[in-house]
């Protein structure tokens, strides 16, 4: 059974980067898109982009000037940056998977709060 | 960008009484459309997708419905352990969630 586990620093500065990773247990990259998804406190989850297990990636237009994904598949794993982050990035970021050609997210990673806070 | 809007934000069901969650689109997304389940502390769990194809493992109590703009996602026979927030998302175009809605026991 795949599984998913976020990893990265719990705070952040504003104006600095924010960078997290995803290790896929259980289970291949190869073969799936990855995608990463956040939720601000009390605000709905927002799709922010996602990585095609080669390196082909589509953002969220809304963020796409601050976003990179990339991938690893010799590690099984997948990685966020977000530079220039504000207040505003606060969020439970959360990764996940999806099928070719099927565009819903199953797994999930339990999530990780990232604070941007000086 | 493609709104979803959920309502009501929060349903309060007897335990065994059916519960119904609507989920609205700003505009058709046809039938593609997903529901979750998130319990606390927990990632959120794919309940449904294609409106009404149940995932893997999921229990017959859970069904969805609709098409273009207008979805349901009902709970038969409500169960203790359904208390969750539930969110709809659509990925006709890009990918967008609704804000929740949060199934308490009455």
């Known amino acids: 059974q795949v599984q998913l586990q976020e990893s990265g620093p719990g705070l952040v500065k504003p104006s600095e980067t924010l960078s997290l990773t995803c290790t896929v247990s259980?289970?291949?990259?190869?073969?799936?898109?990855w995608t990463w998804i956040r939720q601000p406190p009390g605000k709905e989850l927002e799709c922010i982009g996602y990585?095609?297990?080669?390196?082909?990636?589509k953002y969220n237009p809304s963020l796409n000037s601050r976003v990179t994904i990339s991938v690893d598949t010799s590690r099984n794993q997948f990685s966020l940056k977000l530079n220039s982050v504000t207040t505003a990035d606060t969020a439970i970021y959360y990764c996940?998977?999806?099928?070719?050609?099927?565009?819903?997210?199953?797994?999930w990673g339990q999530g990780t709060l990232v604070t941007v806070s000086s | 960008e493609i709104v979803m809007t959920q309502s009501p934000a929060t349903l309060s069901v007897s335990p065994g009484e059916r519960a119904t969650l609507s989920c609205r689109a700003s505009q058709s997304v046809s039938s593609n459309l997903a529901w979750y389940q998130q319990k606390p502390g927990q990632a959120p769990r794919l309940l449904i997708y294609g409106a009404s194809t149940r995932a893997t493992g999921i229990p017959a109590r859970f069904s969805g419905s609709g098409s273009g703009t207008e979805f349901t996602l009902t709970i038969s026979s409500l169960q203790s352990e359904d208390i969750a927030v539930y969110y709809c998302q659509q990925y006709n175009n890009w990918r967008t969630f609704g804000q929740g809605t949060k199934v308490e026991i009455k």
């Open positions: 259980g289970g291949s990259i190869s073969g799936y898109y």
């Open positions: 990585i095609y297990y080669t390196g082909r990636t």
């Open positions: 996940a998977r999806e099928r070719v050609g099927e565009d819903w997210f199953d797994p």
